[in-house]
């Protein structure tokens, strides 16, 4: 158990609708970093949250968005979903303090399906 | 524009051989490698490091090797186990703090 929680495990939706997956980063984690991993393809960087701020940003789409709240869970909203967007969705979280040495802790990810 | 490759997408390995699992990458301003193992409806599960200013770091079993003029890095499992079955991912990050993964291994130990 890596102590990430991650709501939904599963998610079956239509095109055109909107989600919001949640996360719960290790107690005392700072960071939440969220990735994508569609079918056969490696984990794709997102965007990253640190303490409530957007640190950090990849190939995330314009339909897609994240916030840090306070308590420092994180969500993550996919709207006008396309089949293409059917994937894996890990939170990670990690402690930066300083250089940031890339150990990051996985939640179990959401499986996300849009038919 | 990959830049973190795992061209071997499998590999099987008998159980106490060695198991070699490639990575090469093309960003020179990457300075910190990392090997993640993801088991199935798992997330992936750090399992080793290497800085670059090391070219080899050890842990048990697992042993990390760094060319950084090739570029390429190695990881080597000695002996294999059937339960290092798994995916194994390789990932970079350089100042910019955010791994770069690379599209993963798929590792078979078999009896």
């Known amino acids: 158990d890596s102590g990430v929680t991650q709501t939904p495990k599963h998610l079956i939706t239509a095109t055109g609708q909107r989600v919001t997956l949640r996360c719960s980063p290790r107690s005392g984690d700072l960071s939440v970093y969220w990735y994508q991993q569609s079918l056969d393809q490696g984990l794709q960087f997102l965007i990253q949250y640190y303490n409530g701020e957007e640190r950090a940003k990849g190939n995330i789409l314009e339909r897609f968005s994240a916030q840090q709240f306070p308590d420092l869970h994180s969500e993550l909203n996919l709207s006008s979903l396309e089949l293409g967007d059917s994937a894996l969705y890990f939170c990670?979280?990690?402690?930066?303090?300083?250089?940031?040495?890339?150990?990051?802790?996985f939640g179990e990810g959401s499986r996300l399906t849009v038919l | 524009d990959q830049q973190v490759k795992q061209n071997s997408p499998s590999l099987s390995v008998q159980e106490g051989r060695i198991s070699i699992l490639n990575c090469d990458y093309t960003?020179?301003?990457?300075?910190?490698f990392l090997w993640y193992k993801k088991y199935p409806a798992e997330g992936p599960t750090f399992l080793i490091s290497?800085?670059?200013?090391?070219d080899k770091n050890e842990d048990g079993r697992f042993t990390v090797f760094l060319n950084k003029s090739a570029k390429h890095l190695s990881l080597h499992i000695v002996p294999s186990q059937p339960g290092d079955s798994a995916v194994y991912f390789c990932a970079a990050t350089g100042t910019a703090s955010k791994l770069t993964f690379g599209t993963g291994t798929r590792l078979q130990v078999t009896l």
């Open positions: 960003n020179s301003m990457f300075d910190y």
């Open positions: 290497i800085s670059s200013i090391k």
């Open positions: 990670a979280s990690s402690v930066v303090v300083g250089q940031n040495t890339g150990e990051l802790f």
